[in-house]
Structure formats: C-alpha cells, structure tokens
C-alpha cells in the first residue's frame, strides 16, 4: 500500500488492520476512503445482497458503502481501496471528514507510530445488534454504534436491568 503515513498488518480487533508507520499529528487527513460511486438504490440492493451471504456463509463480512451526499455513496470493497481495512473503535483516533465529494479519514488527536488506526463506523441504532463491537477499549459499549446513540443504549440497558 501506498500511504506515507500508514502500514497494512494483523489487528487484535479485527483480521487486517491499518497501522500508523510514523507519528501523526492532530487534525491530518491521513488517508481517502476511495470506491465506486453509487446510487443510493444501488448502495441499498448491495447492501442487501452482501446481508444475504453472510447467513448464507454464517459469517459476518462487511457493508463497505459510505454515505457520500444525499444522492450519491461510495462503495470502498475493492483491493484498490486500503481505507476498507481500517477498524471501528468506541475510542477512535480519526474521524470522517466528507469535503467536496471526497471521504477523508482525519487524524482526531496525535497517533503514535505502531498504533492501530480506527473511527467509529458512526452506525445506526436499528442494526446495532447485528454489530457486536470487540475494540477492547475501556469505555466500549459493546457494539458498533454511533456515538450520538450511546445515551439511547444505555438507558435501554438499564431499562432492561430493572425488569
Ligand atoms: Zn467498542
């Protein structure tokens, strides 16, 4: 892979990940996330269908398309695509920076050489169950959710609790 800053290598997150190969300052845009440009519809039947194989093959491989405008997404599943590798963490390193029609993976805050790079896949709340979340990080909330929905998980955990 061609990046300055990045390295493909085993995560303990997930199979492949993206590692950063150097020190990485605050706010850098470390890295696009490349794909086909779709129409919605599109994105919708490919989503559909990749659902489809995995309970066919019980397994859970994953949606790689990306919300770009609201007309168009990018489907980044292609070997041309590295930022596809990159994990999901409850306390990422980088965010999504969308500009222009391009998707920006940014750096949140300084990374150190040899740390994995992650950001939080920002998922909804319907399918969160579909997306158990093993990142290890100290305030993980045991899904891949966006972090906007953390209050609504915790209130329905308690709730559950208390019945
Ligand atoms: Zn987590």
Not at 78 to 104: G, T, V
């Amino acid at each position: 892979m061609k990046n300055k800053f990045l390295e493909i290598r085993n995560s303990e997150i997930h199979n492949k990940g993206i590692f950063a190969k150097r020190n990485i300052p605050r706010g850098k845009r470390i890295i696009e996330y490349v794909g086909e440009k779709i129409t919605k519809e599109e994105a919708e039947k490919r989503a559909e269908e990749q659902l489809e194989k995995n309970k066919k093959n019980k397994e859970t491989g994953s949606v790689y398309i990306f919300e770009l405008n609201n007309k168009w997404d990018i489907d980044g599943n292609f070997p041309w695509n590295p930022a596809r590798l990159i994990n999901h963490s409850c306390n990422p390193n980088c965010d999504i920076e969308i500009k222009k029609n391009h998707i920006w993976i940014i750096s949140l805050r300084k990374i150190k050489k040899g740390e994995e790079i992650s950001y939080n896949y920002g998922y909804d709340f319907d399918s969160y169950k579909e997306h158990p979340c093993k990142c290890g990080s100290e305030n993980c909330v045991g899904y891949i959710l966006a972090r906007e929905q953390w209050k609504r998980l915790r209130k329905l955990k308690k709730d559950i609790k208390k019945k």
